[in-house]
């Protein structure tokens, strides 16, 4: 997976290049100069998503205590900034969130769960915010075609989720537990495996609290929805204003087409191929597409690299009080 990961990562650079290169590449920068300071706006519009999608992860801690909402947007920070920036098919970002929390004080198995059902509502509420865009296409354009790949591509999204949620609610880790216990009989192997089921049992009682479950899911589409206020903007700070149903389209379906290309860092390359093609059914040129793209991922550039130092820094005070708890321990 590492490999695949890293591939995707430098395939996604090389299409950011050649679409640069193919739509003037001086022409987009020039827009992008002449918009001047005011597109530094764009970040303060956007950081206010994260908080219901906090709100929404920390609805998914089944009958156990959830995490005070500050540690919880202090690790969704950081863990979208790993998924953003590393080749960790967005999932390692996850692992750092629950990481993060069990260093914090809750317990391990209560934030491996969480954040794993948690993965399910960011699917589930990324296919709906897909079929939004889709409707929107059918009210706004006569390109039904388009409008019904888009459609299959996000049913098929769909179902591979549900299928998913269906196996975590059956027992996925105790499975997966059960498979390597068939090559190994090790001691280690078999606390796994009482883990797994451990995990397992967390993740039915998530499940089982439907209401905090559609809720979570609300609170993540949301989340996603608001950050159309961002690209609203962008084009306005652009001198190419458009209309809020425009705006739904373009953010829905661009959005949702470079997260499926999950192997992708950020969908780098993925995003911006996808602002070319469905702004040019609202009439946008080519490298203002472009500009466009990178403009909506000025957040990713101020947010994510210090994403990533606090995980260090964190990461070092962690180091250094298992350190202290060592020396205090004596030999």
């Known amino acids: 997976m590492n490999i695949i990961t890293r591939l995707g990562s430098f395939a ?73 920036l590393l080749p960790v098919a967005s999932i390692g970002g996850e692992m750092v969130k629950a990481r993060l929390l069990h260093q914090w004080g809750i317990p391990g198995l209560d934030a491996i769960a969480s954040v794993m059902v948690d993965k399910i509502s960011q699917a589930l509420s990324l296919a709906l915010w897909g079929m939004v865009g889709v409707g929107t296409l059918l009210l706004l354009s006569t390109d039904t075609q388009l409008a019904l790949y888009a459609t299959m591509g996000f049913a098929v999204l769909m179902v591979c989720v549900v299928s998913f949620a269906i196996l975590q609610r059956k027992g996925f880790f105790g499975i997966m537990a059960k498979l390597g216990g068939m090559f190994t009989d090790s001691e280690t192997w078999n606390e796994f495996s009482i883990n797994a089921e451990q995990i397992d049992h967390r993740i039915r009682e998530i499940y089982h609290a439907k209401g905090k479950l559609v809720s979570a899911i609300a609170l993540r589409t949301f989340s996603l929805a608001f950050q159309t206020a961002e690209l609203w903007l962008a084009c306005y700070l652009l001198n190419h204003p458009i209309g809020l149903m425009e705006a739904i389209m373009l953010k829905s379906l661009t959005m ?65 009080r298992k350190q202290q708890v060592a020396s205090d321990q004596g030999p």
């Not at 530094?40 to 995490?67: K, S, V, Y």
């Open 256 to 320: 949702t087409l470079s997260e499926i290309a999950f192997i992708i860092p950020n969908g780098y390359g993925i995003q911006e191929g996808a602002f070319i093609l469905i702004g040019s059914i609202l009439g946008i040129p080519p490298d203002v597409a472009l500009v466009l793209s990178i403009a909506i991922r000025i957040h990713d550039f101020i947010f994510d690299p210090m994403g990533l130092i606090a995980l260090h820094h964190l990461e070092h005070k962690h180091l250094q």
């Open 12 to 84: 996604g650079l090389i299409l950011l290049l050649i679409l640069f290169l193919w739509k003037g590449t001086m022409d987009s920068l020039n827009l992008l100069v002449e918009s001047g300071w005011s597109l530094l706006l764009l970040p303060l519009i956007w950081f206010p998503c994260l908080l219901p999608a906090t709100q929404g992860w920390r609805l998914l801690f089944g009958n156990h205590a959830p995490p005070r909402f500050y540690d919880a947007l202090i690790a969704t920070w950081i863990g979208r900034s790993v998924n953003n």
